[in-house]
């Protein structure tokens, strides 16, 4: 595979979740980003939450870059069953595709869990054993974390995220829902 030579360096900070399991993606994409806002030069960029970790990225570019665009976050769309909108739901096979459209509604109940009281750790595992009860085995990663930060959470803060990305068959998704403190 050949890899974008960037000029861009995540720090150590954001070398977490899709960054650690996609090396080089992000730093490819903050290319992309700085010359297409560089050529268009627009004062908004919206981008969907779908791939949340990405929206922080870009927003750090445009602050580190001091660039005068507003990055705004634009809500995920989803499917009639709830799965996240993406061009990678069309690699899934009519089995997997059912399969996948639990992704959300387990989102839905761990975000509950987390919001009853239930331990952060305790409710990812019965996330976890939830995902695996429908198929899905291979987990990239299940966690909580700030959504200004990108730190990882033991407790629910009124910024908390809930992220997900796993493998169906041979096809990686993501997905995450706002879990604020109630």
């Known amino acids: 595979k050949n890899k974008?030579?960037?000029?861009?360096?995540?720090?150590?900070?954001?070398?977490?979740l899709c960054a650690n399991k996609r090396k080089g993606h992000f730093e490819g994409v903050l290319e992309v980003m700085d010359r297409l806002l560089n050529l268009v030069k627009?004062?908004?960029?919206y981008l969907g939450e779908k791939d949340f970790q990405q929206l922080l990225v870009i927003k750090q570019l445009t602050r580190d870059l001091d660039l005068p665009v507003q990055v705004i976050g634009a809500q995920?769309?989803?499917e009639r069953d709830g799965l996240a909108m993406s061009s990678r739901n069309n690699y899934l096979s009519k089995s997997e595709r059912k399969i996948a459209s639990n992704i959300y509604r387990i989102l839905k109940i761990t975000k509950e869990r987390i919001q009853s009281g239930i331990n952060v750790d305790v409710a990812i595992q019965n996330g976890?054993?939830?995902?695996?009860s429908v198929g899905i085995y291979k987990i990239d990663y299940f966690s909580l974390r700030d959504q200004e930060s990108f730190e990882k959470l033991t407790r629910l803060n009124k910024n908390s995220r809930l992220l997900v990305a796993l493998r169906i068959g041979s096809t990686r998704?993501?997905?995450n829902i706002a879990?604020?403190?109630v």
């Open 42 to 45: 627009p004062k908004f960029l």
């Open 76 to 78: 995920t769309c989803r």
């Open 4 to 16: 974008i030579n960037s000029k861009f360096k995540l720090k150590k900070s954001e070398k977490i």
């Open 173 to 175: 998704l993501i997905d």
């Open 128 to 132: 976890i054993a939830d995902l695996n």
């Open 179 to 181: 879990v604020p403190d």
